[in-house]
């Protein structure tokens, strides 16, 4: 026992050089993959997805709850792939930067490491969503999933075909189960023949007895194991949006960050009371977001001047730095536009995307006018235009970072 | 050689036993001579006579005569007299001096007789190592109460055979040749080398190795001077008390010392004149500062130059620098001393680039190639590194700390790692690689911001009270190796140090900037050039005296002379008064002051309200 014990300190201790001497090597041969942390991010990020992607696959499902089990490892990812980039970042906050001049070169590779960063973080969760989505859809395509959901289909058709039944419970039973079956078809592309007999499965029996019994009780709320194991399946594979608007929003704004913070960090240095309006600034424009959406009580004014004021302050601010660069402006005035310029204006596609898109309960006539609809009404699935938002926000801010850098980086080289 | 003279001298002055043993021991004797001086029947006289008729025949009077003086070096003058004049007169003045206990005086014989012929690499090393065998009995001889006396005697023959060889040896012009073409940097710096192994101190030789090595060495022979390096703190760690050394430590110290003296020789024989940064051969000021003229080159300029320098933080608020001025050249250290709030560090934040002036002219000829209408400030403070008196934290090894500095400044892979482990062990960090910042004292802390400044291989070193909470002895190293370094760095560096350790700063600055609690100037200057300027003496003695001292010390320099400053009197005297009378002065009642100090020429008088 002491032998072994031994021998497993040993390889601890080798293991230990070895992991010390691949960190040196960085270190001392590409400082800027050491600075990020890329090289253990990476590596990371990358096994995580495989032991996530692996323990979905080839984890024992729950009869009660087929995929909820799986599901619990998605809120912990997520909980700590953002407690590790507000970590990074503040690791980033204190990266030790020359005063010598940099290149474009170097802010650009550095600005993208940071985005990949921030990328591989965020990845796990994805994968694994992505690996138990996939999983949800199988269970839901197997034999017997299918037979009961088509049983529930045709269950529910007959319930609702006698005039007293009260339809939105049975309405929206049925809506899930047939889409199921849909789903199933699809992907076995339509085989008539592999659907199976309506009445093969005493799950399928069961179902049909329960919707025979409460097809006439408008206040049924607890279906049988089975409906509820539809249910479950349907929620899964076919209604489950991952990451929702708000995660999605969440991630595009800690993406953002992360490039931007670091640079502000450096460049703002002893001038940290330049930034803070800007900081305020941009805070103003994210509560007064939430109130819009409505997670924050409160009234708020119209949409449209709130975003055209966003809108006008971006501008201003991109357009100001630079110009009052060139034109030797007080170094107070020209860090705080530059720092409002990467504060606020990435939560452009953010508020756009939002406020073009009606919140629940509101009337869908008060979309905001003047701006394209980026999502239509009632969807969260990710559209391709609200990924094309999000990217051109993170390719501003690397791309705003580069042209207008090595300016900052002079001012703040210079003496106060 | 006068022939009675020695029998005379060997007749009545030794013994027979002692004169057949030095005719056994002499090297060059033949065999018939030697067994008759191991005849212990033997007749004295006549074994006398055989052996002046072998030393005339063979020529091996001087060579005799040297090996007597070394075996008996009471006998050295009379034997110098039996020489005349052309024997080897410094040998018999090294035995002298040495059987007569002046130590110091026969070292400093054979230092001249060093200079005075051009010798080979074998004699100065024999030199080196016999001298620091001397030392290192010394410092026996000290620590215990009996010293060797039979090691002191090997010593002894040992100088006085060393100092006949050099007298004796003559060298061909191609040797002489090769030693005048040594790069005069090199030769200086293998001088002080060769100084520190005589005094037995190896740990100090290899530093200035480590500092020879960086100057005009590659990587291979730097890395070879930093294991000799680490060699010898493992020595010094081990021998700290300096016990007698047994047979085999004896032989490995030797060792150390003679690899020590040999890798040097290597990197001065490699060292060629013109290589090695920069050569100044401008002309010198009284100061030793380069006097640049007209068209001089560039790197004959100074770093910084700095002229009617005015600072108020906010406007409407108190003067921190008045008409500073400043000037700071290569291969300087300048000294910045003053009160609490006389606006030292305002200076070096301002000289850093962290203020910007009210008013002044502030320039930066080396560090700012254009030198343009407005300052290049990313160029300028990129080759500045300003070490502040509240010293930064980080947070990973101390190692990997000074990779990622030294990364951030453009130097990567093999050089990096190479910059790292130079400065690690030449500030003395290199067995605390792994530590972190909690886990230092204050003075490696102290050493490990110097060591970040260097790593980034700045020209410009502002440091901002480096000896605050060290002990005297940290002190002491942390300023000998920053005088090293910037005496000898081949990055041409200069430095810019406050501190109110003003004695200790004035021991090593070439020039000292005193500044008043208004910010303005109280002196600028050398100490040489306070001392030129000065109107009288000023004199710090502790404590309070008694009655009868003050009445003598006021008859003798008239009323008004003496003041009482908390727990110190000054004494104020005229310019031509000197310390030896104040002392006499002082002792004459029998009881000489604890505490005693000239302070005419040191900054230290303006915190006593004194003007220069």
Known sequence: MRAAAQRLGDAAGAARRALRRYDRHFLVCHLELWQTRAHWIAPVSLATCLAGAAIVELSRIDADAPVRSLDALVSPLVFASVLVIVLWVRDQRGVLVSFAAPSRRWIASLALLRLLCAVAVLLPSVVVDAGLRARAVRIAAAAENVGVATAIVHASERCLAEPSADAPPIARLRERASRLVEAARTRERGDAASRPARASWPAAARSERWIGVHCHDAAASSPNEDIRRIEQLHLYAIERVFPRPSLRALMYLLTCGAVVVPFLALWAGARRIAVRPAIWLGLFFVVHSLTAVGWVPGGWLARGPWVWSLLVVSVVAIVGAPLAAWRKAPPQLVLFTFATALIVAPLLPVAALWLSAPASGDDPGFVCLGLPSFMAAGQEGIDWRELAAYAAGLAYCCIYVVAVGPTMHRMWAAPR | ?612
């Not at chain 2, 030789?205 to 090595?213: I, N, W």
């Open chain 2, 1 to 612: 050689m006068n022939v009675e003279l020695l029998r005379v001298l060997l007749r009545d002055a030794l013994a027979p036993e002692e004169l057949r043993r030095v005719l056994a021991e002499f090297p060059a004797a033949d065999g018939v001579l030697r067994a008759r001086a191991r005849d212990p029947a033997g007749d004295g006289e006549a074994l006398i006579d055989d052996a002046l008729a072998v030393l005339e025949r063979g020529s091996l009077g001087p060579a005799f005569l040297v090996h007597l003086a070394a075996a008996r070096p009471d006998l050295a003058e009379p034997l110098r007299e039996v020489a005349g004049p052309s024997g080897a007169p410094e040998a018999f003045a090294v035995a002298s001096l040495l059987s007569a206990g002046q130590d110091a005086a026969a070292e400093r014989k054979l230092t001249e007789l060093e200079r005075a012929r051009p010798s080979t690499a074998g004699d100065r090393h024999e030199l080196n190592l016999a001298v620091a065998d001397l030392h290192r009995w010394q410092r026996e001889a000290g620590e215990r109460a009996e010293p060797s006396e039979a090691g002191r005697d090997a010593i002894t023959r040992r100088l006085t055979s060393v100092a006949a060889s050099m007298s004796a040896r003559s060298l061909d012009a191609a040797e002489i040749g090769e030693a005048a073409a040594v790069h005069p940097e090199a030769g200086r710096l293998r001088e002080e080398i060769e100084a520190h192994v005589r005094r037995a101190d190896g740990k100090r030789a290899a530093l200035r190795l480590l500092d020879l090595a960086e100057r005009f060495a590659g990587p291979a022979v730097r890395r070879r001077a930093i294991e000799l390096s680490v060699r010898a703190g493992i020595w010094r760690s081990r021998h700290v008390l300096g016990g007698r050394l047994e047979v085999g430590e004896q032989r490995e110290w030797t060792d150390l010392l003679q690899a020590i003296l040999a890798l040097t020789d290597d990197i001065v024989a490699g060292a060629a004149p013109g290589s090695g940064g920069l050569w100044l051969t401008a002309p010198l000021d009284g100061a030793g500062r380069p006097v640049p003229e007209a068209e001089a080159a560039r790197e004959y300029e100074p770093l910084v130059r700095a002229a009617s320098l005015s600072l108020r933080y906010r406007r409407g608020g108190p003067q921190v620098l008045r008409d500073v001025s400043l000037t700071v050249f290569p291969r300087t250290i300048v000294g910045v001393v003053g009160g609490n709030g006389a606006g030292k560090t305002s200076l070096l934040r301002v000289l850093a680039g962290e203020r910007r002036v009210d008013d002044g002219m502030l320039a930066y000829p080396q560090l700012d190639p254009a030198q343009g209408r407005e300052i290049d400030w990313p160029a300028v403070r990129s080759q500045v590194a300003h070490v502040p008196q509240r010293l930064p934290q980080w947070r990973e090894q101390l190692a990997d700390h000074l990779h990622a500095w030294a990364g951030a400044c453009g130097i990567e892979g093999d050089e990096n790692r190479d910059a790292v482990d130079f400065w690690l062990e030449r500030l003395g960090l290199a067995n605390r690689r792994t530590a972190r910042w909690g886990e230092l004292s204050r003075s490696l802390q102290a050493r490990v911001a110097l060591a970040r400044a260097l790593v980034g291989r700045p020209r410009l070193l502002l440091i901002d009270e480096p000896l605050v909470a060290l002990d005297p002895r940290a002190q002491q190293w942390l300023l000998q190796d920053l005088r090293d370094i910037v005496s000898s760095s081949s990055l041409c560096l200069a430095a810019v140090v406050s501190s109110q350790h003003i004695p200790e700063l004035e021991a090593i600055a070439d020039d000292v900037v005193g500044l008043r609690d208004d910010g303005g100037v109280w002196f600028h200057g050398a100490v040489l050039d306070l001392e030129q300027a000065r109107r009288g003496a000023l004199f710090e003695i502790g404590g309070r005296l008694d009655d009868a001292t003050c009445d003598r010390l006021t008859a003798a320099f008239g009323p008004g002379c003496l003041r009482q400053r908390e727990s110190v009197t000054l004494l104020r005297v005229g310019r031509d008064v000197s310390r030896g009378a104040v002392l006499e002065l002082l002792s004459a009642g029998g009881q000489p002051p604890s505490y005693f100090r000239d302070i005419s020429a040191s900054h230290l008088r303006m915190f006593w309200g004194d003007r220069p």
